[in-house]
């Protein structure tokens, strides 16, 4: 399928460029662009009916773009839904993750202590500090 899209690309890229070519060399009724060809040359080049032979070639050519376009976006939409897009492509190469996961530990910045705690229950009430000698 890829060396028909390849192919179909170089003529709709050739046919584009003739089409080009062909609407510039028409005359148009201000003489504008057309007579930066030489105006009469194409008379002498194509004969006496120029504008018919011109107006059918551009015709054709319009025709054969506008084929050449539509089985291009066949041709690719085809082959996207065949590979995937590339949103799918990412989730099915990216790792599962769960949804619900525990937060991490962060560590302590502060460097660890010996010391104890104190117990932040009450003290009882029978318990009389020992005295100073």
């Known amino acids: 399928m890829n060396v ?5 690309t170089a003529v709709h890229i050739t046919v584009a460029l003739f089409l080009v070519v062909l609407v510039l060399m ?3 009724q201000d003489q504008g662009v057309g007579a ?6 194409t008379d002498s080049v194509f004969g006496a009916g120029t504008t018919t032979a011109l107006v059918r070639m551009t015709i054709w050519c319009a025709c054969i773009m506008l084929g050449t ?5 066949v041709l690719h939409s085809r082959r996207s839904s065949e590979t995937g897009t590339i949103s799918q492509k990412l989730q ?3 790792p599962a993750i769960p949804m619900q996961q525990a937060p991490a530990a962060v560590p302590s910045v502060l460097p ?5 705690k104190p117990d932040a229950s009450p003290a009882p009430a029978s318990v009389t500090p020992a005295a100073k000698p």
């Open 26 to 28: 028409q005359k148009s």
């Open 92 to 94: 099915q190469s990216a």
């Open 112 to 116: 660890p202590t010996t010391e104890t």
């Open 69 to 73: 376009t539509l089985l291009l976006a």
């Open 4 to 8: 028909l899209i390849w192919i179909l």
């Open 36 to 41: 930066a060809f030489g105006g009469g040359v």
